[in-house]
């Protein structure tokens, strides 16, 4: 049973279009996260959910919208995509933003 | 916000031999600080971490030092083998409304036979 799981794990596309990424996570935790990995490696926090509820929005332009339908799931949608938005999305989930589960990540590539 | 920095940016030993990876953090209230290591191509995985009313936490391996009078930790990996060759990442956990890890830059660790 896959801790954390996102889908898809490879997502290549036109600049301008929009995608999602999905993410589930089964071990009953309350906070669920979106990372961006750049090419560099930084590994940058860009939402956190808490029982649904946003919590952290670091600066992430509009074009990125997450959506938590309920605890255990926590969706990101990104409109407009541009080449720089290139990069590996993690998510995460976490009992109190403590001991991170990450799943295996989404590698975006915007041509 | 915390500012964590975290070096060196890449390590080469010899295997057998120790690593020492070490970060420092800005904000003196942080109280938990979780190391990752990243094998290549995959997720992020927590391997250890200390909590700031302890001074040292070892896991066969590996150990986890913090100095919180001079905010930095540090991770000591002993005996290294080929399988720990991977980019590690140091972490501290801000506290307020809205905590949240904030990382380190990351090392690659190389360990060559």
């Known amino acids: 049973d896959t801790a954390v799981s996102q889908t898809p794990k490879y997502l290549v596309t036109q600049m301008g279009n929009d995608k999602s990424i999905k993410c589930e996570q089964n071990?009953?935790?309350?906070?669920m996260y979106w990372y961006k990995q750049d090419s560099k490696k930084f590994l940058k926090i860009m939402f956190s959910?808490?029982?649904?509820?946003?919590?952290i929005n670091e600066t992430v332009p509009n074009r990125f919208s997450p959506k938590s339908p309920d605890k255990a799931h926590l969706n990101l949608h990104i409109n407009s995509l541009e080449l720089g938005d290139s990069a590996v999305y993690f998510c995460?989930?976490?009992?109190?933003?403590?001991?991170?589960?990450f799943g295996s990540g989404t590698q975006l590539s915007v041509l | 916000g915390e500012n964590v920095e975290q070096h060196p940016s890449t390590l080469s030993v010899q295997e057998g031999d120790s690593a020492v990876i070490k970060c420092t953090y800005s904000d003196s209230a942080s109280n938990y600080f979780p190391w990752y290591k990243q094998e290549l191509g995959k997720r992020p995985q927590l391997i250890i971490d200390i909590r700031s009313n302890v001074g040292e936490k070892k896991d066969q391996r590996i150990a986890v030092t913090l100095n919180k009078t001079a905010k930095h930790f540090s991770l000591h990996i002993t005996e290294t083998q080929p399988e720990d060759s991977a980019v590690y990442f140091c972490a501290v956990l801000n506290t307020g409304t809205a905590s949240k890890l904030t990382f380190g830059t990351g090392t690659r660790l190389q360990v060559t036979l």
């Open positions: 071990l009953g935790h309350d906070t």
């Open positions: 995460a989930s976490s009992q109190q933003q403590e001991k991170l589960f």
């Open positions: 959910y808490n029982n649904k509820e946003l919590i």
